[in-house]
């Protein structure tokens, strides 16, 4: 079983920056292909971003590209999405996810149904 704790979420505004992290539990997190997706109000959620255990390979939805970047440090069990050039449409509340059984080169990776834990949650408002 793998816990995931979001944290440094907040508000922000527009052309800010922003890092979130999520911390995970257990000695096999290095194994896990971890993703970030975010939840807009009234909309569905929606993938960011996603990463291999060993950082090698990543991710990125059109839309956020350019602008995010994944990264991980296996050693403090924790990914990172900073989050720069912010803008209102990226408020959301972002969601960090495991997949604890897939290669990644075999992982579809945007998809919901790939991974396994997820995180509670924290709200990212961009605005002035």
């Known amino acids: 079983q793998v816990q995931l704790v979001e944290s440094g979420g907040g508000l922000v505004q527009p052309g800010g920056s922003l890092r979130l992290s999520c911390a995970a539990s257990g000695r096999t997190f290095r194994n896990y292909a971890m993703g970030w997706f975010r939840q807009a109000p009234g909309k569905e959620r929606e993938f960011a971003a996603a990463?291999?255990?060993?950082?090698?390979?990543?991710h990125y939805a059109e839309s956020v590209k350019g602008r995010f970047t994944i990264s991980r440090d296996n050693a403090k069990n924790t990914v990172y999405l900073q989050m720069n050039s912010l803008k209102p449409e990226d408020t959301a509340v972002y969601y960090c996810?495991?997949?604890?059984?897939?290669?990644?080169?075999?992982?579809?990776?945007?998809?919901?149904?790939?991974?396994?834990?997820w995180g509670q949650g924290t709200q990212v408002t961009v605005s002035s």
């Open positions: 996810a495991a997949n604890s059984n897939t290669v990644y080169s075999n992982l579809c990776y945007g998809a919901e149904y790939s991974y396994d834990y």
């Open positions: 990463i291999s255990g060993n950082g090698g390979n990543s």
